[in-house]
């Protein structure tokens, strides 16, 4: 426990007794971002933790406020008589012996690593992530998933279709074709880490939601775009693809159905240009959410 001292204040040049305030440690922002990556959504319980038992204590004169010396929780203590932790708890303290304290939290950090990394099954551990199910190819057209998950359907009952899409489209797999529009978004140059948003490209179907703009977005990684890059890098308005390509989100009125191109491989191309084109002049190009 951190007590106040008698000291000179080498500022005032008179002897007072100090008062200790509690300070974040200068660290505990770098730390609580490696705890987030690493412990995902068990940092919630860690990060408070780490918080109150690393800030650092603060003499300070009594009398101008001036700092006069900083005890600090980590590292080996100043005072052998007293090698303990003081963590306030709201009204509430705990006293506990440094060595106890560590011994616990080596504990429960080899515990929370091993129940994120070691369990037999999925664990679901990193923010903003959902689990998802294995892919699997659907035999289903476009004209199918507008039954169901069509602008018209989300109206009608918005519910019933996010449960159809999840139930059934989302994350797996389709082969549809469409006629290109527009290329939304792209890299103008290779990263060394490879890109999983390359570029976005619109596409209209047939039939279609709309008379005058695309109906999905069609996302396409670095990987992809190197697979495909002979279609892409010639495609004009109205050209007809054949694409294959996973579901990931499903479009409203605010936004565009989203697919994003499988990779393949030099000898099995997701994207290609069926050699028929289709007048689509008229389709304009809006400001809209795209992945």
């Not at 001292?5 to 080498?10: E, G, L």
């Not at 306030?88 to 006293?95: E, F, H, R, T, W």
């Not at 190197?226 to 479009?251: C, I, P, Q, W, Y």
């Not at 191309?269 to 050699?275: E, V, W």
Request: hydrophobic letters at 40%; a neutral charge.
């Amino acid at each position: 426990m951190i007590r106040p001292v008698k000291a000179t204040c080498r500022h005032c040049r008179i002897e007072v007794t100090t008062f200790v305030m509690h300070e974040m440690h200068p660290l505990f922002p770098l730390s609580a971002l490696i705890i987030m990556f690493v412990f995902g959504y068990l940092s919630l319980i860690i990060c408070p933790v780490v918080y109150l038992i690393s800030q650092n204590s603060i003499h300070r004169c009594s009398r101008c406020l001036q700092t006069l010396g900083v005890k600090k929780c980590f590292g080996l203590p100043d005072d052998p008589s007293q090698p303990f932790w003081h963590i306030k708890l709201g009204k509430c303290a705990i006293l506990i012996s440094r060595v106890y304290a560590i011994l616990i939290l080596v504990a429960f950090g080899a515990f929370s690593a091993y129940y994120v990394y070691s369990r037999p099954f999925q664990v679901h551990h990193r923010f903003f992530e959902r689990p998802q199910a294995e892919s699997r190819n659907l035999t289903n057209t476009w004209a199918d998933y507008l039954t169901s998950c069509s602008g018209e359907k989300i109206i009608e009952n918005q519910v019933h279709a996010l449960h159809e899409f999840t139930q059934i489209y989302e994350n797996n797999i389709v082969d549809w074709d469409g006629y290109y529009i527009d290329t939304k978004y792209k890299h103008r140059t290779y990263s060394v880490f490879g890109s999983e948003y390359f570029m976005s490209i619109l596409i209209k179907m047939d039939p279609s939601e709309s008379e005058d703009f695309a109906d999905l977005v069609l996302s396409i990684s670095q990987d992809a775009y190197k697979a495909n890059k002979e279609v892409l890098d010639s495609l004009e308005k109205g050209d007809h693809l054949v694409f294959k390509a996973r579901l990931r989100t499903m479009g409203n009125e605010f936004k565009l159905h989203h697919l994003k191109l499988l990779e393949g491989d030099a000898d099995t191309k997701t994207l290609k240009d069926s050699g028929h084109t289709k007048d689509l002049e008229h389709i304009k190009v809006q400001d809209t959410r795209i992945p």
